[in-house]
């Protein structure tokens, strides 16, 4: 899980803002530690018992100078999309931002790729007497919003797990780069759609004035990273480049995913930008 994060730049009169990123949580299946698991079983492979993750968090984060007032959760709540997957993860989140002091309304979600449910993706191949049924896919896709839903914003997006977030010292807009993730796709890589990165683009201009911070989130990379050895980044998403030009030319400040699972933290800033943009991939690993 992430520490606290904070952006600061000599350019902006915006006070400081202080949040916290949990990425990839993968409640469930794919967990190791018991507490992130469904009824708290224990991984199958016979490992001891782990110091919990939960607590050390939250002990970490309290002894910060600066507490986060909003928690951000970028994707792979869970590890297979079930629905006592969502629930847990979503119950241990409210857990974790209560004992932070957070307030529930300044808690963000979105979906990842692990936040489709598969099964649900499989009922609409053919088998008789069903016909193929693509529809299937939608439903898959959106099962995150009965147990994480998006709320309060200002400007929804076409799509589940989208939309923009505003508050006295930050605009939040959120991208869902899970939706297509369907069961099919060799590579359950990142993927907005048209109708997304239009809508993305007027959001940016809607929003360009707006007072305070203003942050990207989405669950897969619009960057390609290097791996420790050459290899083709297949999860990147399909539409990173445009992402990237438009969040740096309409001045967003910081943009942070998931899914790598290498955390780094950079700086970027290109000549047609507004101001410098701070990618950052975080995990709970």
């Not at 469904?38 to 100078?65: E, F, H, I, W, Y």
């Not at 709540?77 to 629930?87: C, H």
């Not at 088998?127 to 839903?149: C, K, M, N, S």
Request: charge should be negative; include cysteine; charged fraction near 25%.
């Amino acid at each position: 899980m992430a520490p606290q994060l904070r952006k600061m730049s000599s350019e902006k009169t915006t006070k400081p803002f202080t949040f916290l990123v949990l990425a990839d949580i993968h409640f469930g299946q794919l967990a190791d530690s018991p507490e992130f698991r469904v009824n708290g079983k224990q991984p199958g492979d016979g490992s001891p018992k782990r110091t919990s993750r939960r607590d050390g968090l939250v002990a970490t984060v309290k002894k910060l100078t600066e507490k986060p007032t909003a928690l951000f959760v970028p994707g792979d709540l869970t590890s297979i999309a079930s629905p006592g997957e969502f629930k847990g993860c979503v119950e241990m989140v409210l857990g974790i931002a209560d004992d932070l002091g957070i307030s529930r309304n300044n808690i963000f979600f979105t979906y990842g790729n692990h936040d489709t449910n598969w099964r649900i993706c499989e009922l609409g191949i053919e088998r008789a007497p069903f016909p193929a049924d693509e529809a299937y896919d939608h439903v898959a896709a959106t099962i995150g919003g009965l147990y994480a839903p998006v709320k309060n914003c200002v400007l929804e997006g076409p799509v589940p797990g989208s939309g923009v977030f505003q508050a006295d010292n930050h605009a939040l807009f959120v991208l869902n780069s899970g939706f297509f993730c369907a069961a099919e796709r060799t590579y359950r890589h990142g993927r907005i759609g048209d109708e997304q990165l239009k809508w993305i683009e007027c959001a940016f201009k809607k929003f360009s004035s707006a007072p305070g911070w203003k942050l990207l989130m989405v669950h897969h990379h619009p960057f390609n990273y290097t791996y420790p050895t050459p290899i083709e980044d297949v999860s990147c998403i399909e539409e990173g480049a445009e992402i990237v030009d438009l969040a740096g030319r309409f001045g967003t400040d910081f943009l942070f995913h998931g899914h790598r699972h290498h955390p780094r933290l950079f700086t970027e800033l290109r000549t047609e930008w507004k101001f410098e943009l701070v990618p950052e991939i975080r995990t709970s690993g």
